[in-house]
């Protein structure tokens, strides 16, 4: 592919999801790097999966924002990606792909788990959204816990964790030597992603409370005042996690597989 060919794809993806206010203005900017580093570095095999978990998500992220409109109050986002959202979903994939071309190594599968994590997450937070039922504390699952809240997780949020992780893994059957086994250990590690991420989310992420409304929340600012850490870390954001939990899936496919 010519560097103008690779150029112009990057542009087209990003004037698209912009013109959809899929992205922020500062998110766009940060796609369309991410895309020239995946197609230099990889080609455009590794644009169809990015691509379709990009799309797909915001898509979700726009119903669900549809029958939980309170759930920007408690996130820390709104549906509109933005330069640290595309950074946290597609940092740690991009940097497998660059490794691959500097180690001069087969990355594709490893770059799809770490996606396919990404994609479970935000598809099990989505549909838990929309679906969910009744959702409980992963650390007490005995504990009811407010819809929305990281560290909680429902039936329906683990289900669309699944399928999220599937419609990343779907794109290794595009490789000769792939099979249906070796994507469903990409689909299986994909949506470990989502364990580790409600894990994580319910233990050290940074939880404060608001003392103008009484609610708990992870903004940093709630109601036009500063709110108040009352447990995990103030710097482990949800962003942050976004980069752990797919960090570690890899790693744990890595050792396993
Ligand atoms: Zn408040």
């Known amino acids: 592919m010519t560097h103008l060919t690779i150029i112009g794809i990057s542009l087209l993806i990003v004037i698209i999801s912009y013109y959809f206010r899929f992205l922020s203005l500062s998110g766009s900017l940060a796609t369309f790097i991410l895309a020239e580093i995946l197609l230099e570095a990889g080609g ?7 691509l379709s978990f990009f799309l797909l998500s915001s898509i979700l992220s726009k119903i669900s924002k549809k029958y939980f409109s309170f759930g920007d ?12 959202q595309v950074i946290a979903n597609g940092g740690f994939p991009g940097m497998i792909v660059l490794s691959g071309l500097l180690l001069n190594i087969e990355v594709y599968n490893l770059y799809l788990v770490s996606l396919a994590a990404a994609a479970a997450d935000t598809w099990s937070t989505e549909i838990g959204l929309i679906y969910g039922r009744n959702p409980v504390r ?3 699952p005995w504990k009811p816990i407010q819809k929305g809240m990281s560290g909680g997780v429902s039936w329906q949020g683990f289900s669309g964790g699944i399928l999220g992780s599937f419609s990343v893994a779907v794109f290794s059957l595009t ?9 469903s250990f990409i689909v299986l590690f994909g949506f470990l992603g989502t364990i ?4 994580i989310g319910a233990t050290v992420q940074g939880l404060y409370d608001c ?15 500063k709110t108040n850490l009352i447990k995990g870390y103030g710097f482990i954001t949800n962003d942050v996690v976004n980069i752990l939990s797919p960090a570690l899936s890899t790693l744990f496919y890595v050792l396993v597989i």
């Open 44 to 50: 455009i095999k590794f644009i169809y999966p990015i």
């Open 73 to 84: 109050e408690i996130l820390e986002k709104g549906s509109r990606r933005d330069h640290l």
């Open 138 to 140: 992963i650390t007490e």
């Open 175 to 183: 490789q000769n030597q792939s099979t249906i086994l070796s994507m």
């Open 196 to 199: 580790l991420d409600s894990y």
């Open 211 to 225: 003392h103008e409304c009484g609610k708990r929340t992870e903004r940093k600012i709630h109601c036009n005042k």
